[in-house]
């Protein structure tokens, strides 16, 4: 009997283990093993595979057959995973081991990630923690940098893009692709810019972004870099900036030049006037000017004049909706925007500013002599433009961000209609 008990114990004991060695694979195969570390239910998983004498680990437990997951003399931790936000709970000792919620874009509340109203953990208060690729992939050295050039959150580079994208693509000869080399200049371009414009912006108002909800971790508001710091950052990234419009004819380059005035001075607007989008709109869609500049060595007035009124009327589209965010925070604070001067009129005023973006753009197609797919997506364009503007709910944080993280769809759209109007021209 005993040799058959032991036969028994032994053929458990490898079940066991060939169990927990399949356990053990699929969870490091899993995303939450590579984001969170569980240590001690690791340990707990692989002690009888590493006991010297497993027989002699497994005689603790209380009943049988074996339950690897009771154990008498050893704490056992229990978690519940929730896949939504990435939660993991530990009941025995009522304490969060980890919770993080996950943002792609980035959003995240804010720049794509604006703080969701009621977003606390188990009832605790204490809100979530926002980590994106840079926090898993860059060093901690470089992670404020990175965050303050936004590059955890790409819209502002698309909306800053697809301008430079549509004039580049509106300049091509007829039937041909546009220029791809001048397309990836732009696009790096973009980003460099982008970035240097939040730079700027951060050190300006980093006095006021202490006081707003969405703003009050950026870097320099919370004092992770120093404005010192940030001015060094600043001048790097101009050095880059100049190293891409040093590749572009003379005429570009005086004109990309002039551009770093609106850019120095748009974050100044919002003391001054009820319409920094506006002149948001000016700066952003600059390059609607530089693209055609940088192909044809000049400027033609009757094609890019309204591609750049469309793409400051889209502007003002969503970023009045994007303003609507920081509304309350404005009033305490004395920041003008839009989204105050338009209030429960907010509708109608960007309803007429979409009207006249698609106007716009019907124009210049017509004065550059585009095929016709380029109207046919320019209906489907305004199409989305309409759902943003009906369907938004002003009064929600995260529905403003979702409408507005959506205008690089509408971008996209543009910018198919040109490429497949110039190719059918």
Known sequence: VGSEISETQLQSSKTVNRSRLLLMALFRLSPACRRFQLSHLS???TQPILHPNPN??????????IDPFKHSDRY??????CRENFKFRDFNSTRLVQNAGISTSPGVAGEEGSKKNGDNVGGSGSSKVELSWID???PKQVQPYARLARLDKPIGTWLLAWPCMWSITLAASPGNLPDIKMLM???CGALLLRGAGCTVNDLLDRDIDTKVERTKLRPI???VLTPFQGLCFLGFQLLLGLGILLQLNNYSRILGASSLLLVFSYPLMKRLTFWPQAYLGLTFNWGALLGWAAVKGSLDPYVVFPLYVSGVFWTLVYDTIYAHQDKEDD???GIKSTALRFGDSTKKWVTGFGIAC??????????SDIGWPYYAFLAAASGQLAWQIWMVDLSCRADCNRKFVSNKWFGAIIFSGILFGRLLS
Do not use: C, D, T
Request: charged share 5%; proline share 5%; no cysteine.
């Open 43 to 45: 340990i707990a998983l």
């Open 56 to 65: 002699q680990y497994l005689s603790s437990f209380h009943i049988h057959p």
């Open 76 to 81: 056992i931790p229990k978690f519940e995973f």
């Open 136 to 138: 898993l992939y860059l």
């Open 185 to 187: 200049l732009f696009g």
């Open 221 to 223: 508001a919370s004092g």
């Open 331 to 333: 009033l305490k604070v």
């Open 358 to 367: 698609i106007s716009s753009l019907a124009l210049g197609g017509f004065n």
